[in-house]
T-cell receptor
Framework: DAKTTQPNSMESNEEEPVHLPCNHS???????IHWYRQLPSQGPEYVIH???SNVNNRMASLAIAEDRKSSTLILHRATLRDAAVYYC????????????FGAGTRLAVHP | NAGVTQTPKFRILKIGQSMTLQCTQD?????MYWYRQDPGMGLKLIYY???????DKGEVPNGYNVSRSTTEDFPLRLELAAPSQTSVYFC??????????FGEGSWLTVV
């Protein structure tokens, strides 16, 4: 199964942009890249997903490398509420059951 | 919108006892999932269902059972509780292979 690699932790200051990297060098051509985040003592929350093109929504932007071997979740202006664990996950083609969560990146946001 | 509702939120079980974690969603999602999350770890898929009457095993199904008699409900049954089942349990739902909506979690301790 294709896996993702993320830094264990990152730090940011409030109102600064945050770039959260994810490597997925064994990604298959039809695997979607999903990002979820989990605030303390809460269930995971969907953030964004994409296949090949960069994606934007109200929460974040997703930049996908041309070879699709890596991606970056961009929070344009971090707030204290963005402090969470961010998971980069590959939704394997044909595998509705295979949303495999890794350890994620713990993001700390400083005032 | 209620979204995905899990009950109970907290429960302490004695070794060997049984219990059912309830999960209900009001979004008419066809897919539903149960995950567990141990401290400091990512989520692991226990069971999933692609529609009423259809269930299948995930990564860690041993010690659990599920049923899906309606689109809305997906209860998780723990038989003969063991300390290894101490964890936080999350129910989720989605349309086909869309992003998951998660419940707030059920904290279970087996002593």
């Amino acid at each position: 199964d294709a896996k993702t690699t993320q830094p264990n932790s990152m730090e940011s200051n409030e109102e600064e942009p945050v770039h959260l990297p994810c490597n997925h060098s064994t990604i298959s051509g039809t695997d979607y890249i999903h990002w979820y985040r989990q605030l303390p003592s809460q269930g995971p929350e969907y953030v964004i997903h994409g296949l090949t093109s960069n994606v934007n929504n109200r929460m974040a932007s997703l930049a996908i490398a041309e070879d699709r071997k890596s991606s970056t979740l961009i929070l344009h202006r971090a707030t204290l509420r963005d402090a969470a664990v961010y998971y980069c996950i590959l939704l394997l083609s044909g595998g509705y059951n295979k949303l495999i969560f890794g350890a994620g990146t713990r993001l700390a946001v400083h005032p | 919108n209620a979204g995905v509702t899990q009950t109970p939120k907290f429960r302490i079980l004695k070794i060997g006892q049984s219990m059912t974690l309830q999960c209900t969603q009001d979004m008419n999602h066809n897919y539903m999932y149960w995950y567990r999350q141990d401290p400091g770890m990512g989520l692991k898929l226990i069971y999933y269902s692609v529609g009423a009457g259809i269930t299948d095993k995930g990564e860690v199904p041993n010690g659990y059972n599920v049923s899906r008699s309606t689109t809305e409900d997906f209860p998780l049954r723990l038989e003969l509780a063991a300390p290894s089942q101490t964890s936080v349990y999350f129910c989720a739902s989605s349309y086909t292979q869309g992003h998951r909506e998660f419940g707030e979690g059920s904290w279970l301790t087996v002593v």
